[in-house]
């Protein structure tokens, strides 16, 4: 097994496939501005408030801010380098256009149909409530909730993960876990409703399935 490892990881890529890469990461990085952009944007209708009667229910756990503001880093870098490294340039191209297209949709959405998520007081006793309150609330306005950006790129990142399950399975179930916590992160820092969660499942999965078919044309037949 260790020496498969190696010998994928010394594969060479040709010139136009790092071109690719490159344009890839940027796409990547360009698709985490657009969000930026409509999350700071301003609109002539009242955003739509999606609570339901579970979301009245949940505390504020600021302690999932930590798997919370690690979920840019790890979903547009850390998962995607180890999908080309680990698995190849077709498995690499896939996670990386999922997340793109991944926030294409949710783009589409922000455009048309803008949701609010009103903040929740914070009482401020520990350090975890010191962050959520000045580094996540302070940066990040209660706007465009649904469909979750933070699910739909964890989403993805599973299931790249989950494919290189049996050539790095430790590296592999540890980040697998790790952003299966953020998708409850989302609603226990009160950054998102319940219905966002389903959203953002929905679009992560239904944008890394179509890169994939598009890219890798598995067959279907028995």
């Known amino acids: 097994m260790t020496s498969s490892i190696i010998s994928i990881m010394r594969e060479r890529l040709t010139d136009k496939q790092k071109i690719a890469v490159a344009g890839i990461f940027a796409g990547i990085i360009l698709a985490f501005v657009t969000y930026e952009l409509f999350n700071k944007a301003h609109y002539s209708y009242p955003p739509l408030v999606m609570r339901g009667w579970l ?16 979920f840019h880093l790890l979903a547009a ?3 995607p380098y180890l999908s080309l490294k680990l698995g190849n340039f077709k498995i690499f191209l ?3 256009l999922a997340i793109i ?3 294409l949709f949710l783009d589409i ?19 975890f ?15 465009n ?20 399950r049996h050539i790095a399975p430790r590296i592999s179930w540890f980040l697998m876990l790790w952003f299966a916590t953020i998708l409850p992160a989302t609603v226990f820092l009160h950054q998102h409703f319940v219905i ?6 929905f679009v992560g999965f239904t944008a890394y399935w179509s890169c994939m078919f598009l890219i890798e044309k598995p067959q279907l037949t028995p």
């Open 55 to 70: 979301d009245e229910k949940i505390p504020v756990i600021s302690i999932f801010v930590v798997p919370y503001l690690s």
């Open 77 to 79: 870098f850390v998962v």
């Open 94 to 96: 896939v996670n990386g």
């Open 101 to 103: 297209l991944g926030q």
């Open 109 to 127: 959405a922000y455009t048309f149909f803008q949701t609010e998520v009103p903040r929740t007081p914070v009482p401020g006793n520990s350090p």
């Open 129 to 143: 409530d010191w962050v959520l309150t000045h580094v996540v609330y302070g940066n990040d306005q209660p706007l």
């Open 145 to 164: 909730g649904f469909p979750s950006n933070h699910v739909t790129w964890s989403i993805v990142s599973i299931i790249a993960l989950w494919r290189l």
């Open 196 to 201: 966002d969660i389903y959203g953002g499942i």
